[in-house]
Nanobody, 119 residues
C-alpha cells in the first residue's frame, strides 16, 4: 500500500507560478516512477510529467515551464511540480500517481488538487 497526500493547488493569475507537492509513504520499494497527471473539465486525464530515480519526462505542452523534482527521505518520497508561466488552459485537477510499472491502470492515486489559472 502506498499513501499519497497532495498539496499546493489554488487560484493564480495567468503568468503566475504554483508549486504542487505530493508526499508518498508506505511500500515505496514498489514504485517505479512518480507521475503528475491532470484532468480539465470535459477532457481526459493526461500525463504532465514523471520522474524516476534518474530521469524526468514532460508533456510537450509544459516543457520549459514546469519542473518535476523529488526528495527521497527515509520512509518517504516527496515529489514536487513547479509550475511557472501558467496559462488558463492549465486549469485542471492535478493528480499525483505512484506508478508500479503498469501506468495509470494500476498503482496508487492521490486525491487531486485543483489548480485554477484566471484573472
Amino acid at each position: 500500500q502506498v499513501y499519497l497526500v497532495e498539496s499546493g493547488g489554488g487560484l493564480v493569475q495567468p503568468g503566475g507560478s504554483l508549486r504542487l507537492s505530493c508526499a508518498a509513504s508506505g511500500s515505496l520499494f514498489s514504485i517505479d516512477a512518480m507521475v503528475w497527471y491532470r484532468q480539465a473539465p470535459g477532457k481526459e486525464r493526461e500525463l504532465v510529467a514523471n520522474i524516476t530515480t534518474d530521469d524526468t519526462n514532460y508533456a510537450d505542452s509544459v516543457k520549459g515551464r514546469f519542473t518535476i523534482s523529488r526528495d527521497n527521505a527515509k520512509n518517504k518520497i516527496t515529489v514536487y511540480l513547479q509550475m511557472n508561466s501558467l496559462k488558463p488552459e492549465n486549469t485542471a485537477v492535478y493528480f499525483c500517481h505512484a506508478d508500479q510499472g503498469v501506468g495509470p491502470y494500476g498503482g496508487y492515486w492521490g486525491q487531486g488538487t485543483q489548480v485554477t489559472v484566471s484573472s
